[in-house]
């Protein structure tokens, strides 16, 4: 009895002083496609990709997790002084029945403090959280010049939130 005792708490040690979290239950009714990651310099990339919400229930894209990046946050683009900006969000809305696009010079995941620069071809693991709708896991490959032809309305990609300066071109 002691040696079963001893046991069980043995196992509980790598626990204990961290919360557990419950990992979230796959979204079955969400599907992504057409996901990929770029970079502007070696600190900086962002995941743009279409979401679509089969469900009959409102989903919101409340987070984003990769080990490739000391965060990853969800981010809005929005023209302050005839200037785009790049501005977090606390989630993104996707309604029942509904698709959207995170896409540059609109919606998208930044991901900052990047372990090491994003390279074509190069893959980066990422898990959208979609709160009481589940998660989704990606295997998001990275090309740097995916969605070049969409206007960025004068995005400011350098100056904010800590996203590094972006090389001359």
């Known amino acids: 009895m002691k040696t079963t005792l001893l046991l069980a708490a043995a196992a509980l040690l790598p626990l204990a002083g961290h919360a557990q979290t419950p990992a979230a239950a796959p979204a079955a009714d969400i599907a992504v496609t057409g996901a990929y990651a770029r970079s502007s310099n070696p600190q900086t ?83 959208l959280d979609f709160g009481d709708c589940g998660s989704v896991a990606l295997d998001v490959t990275v090309d740097n010049r995916a969605g070049m032809g969409k206007p960025m309305g004068g995005m400011d990609h350098g100056q904010m939130h800590g996203h590094g300066t972006a090389p001359a071109n």
């Not at 023209?79 to 900006?85: I, L, N, P, S, T």
């Open 45 to 127: 990339g962002a995941a743009f990709m279409i979401i679509a919400n089969g469900g009959s229930r409102d989903c919101a894209l409340t987070g984003a997790a990769t080990d490739m990046a000391d965060t990853a946050e969800l981010h809005t683009s929005k023209e302050e002084g005839g200037v785009m900006r790049m501005l977090p969000v606390e989630s993104i809305p996707l309604a029942a029945g509904a698709t959207h696009e995170l896409a540059r010079g609109g919606d998208h995941i930044m991901m900052m403090g990047l372990k090491q620069p994003l390279k074509d071809g190069d893959h980066v693991a990422l898990t």
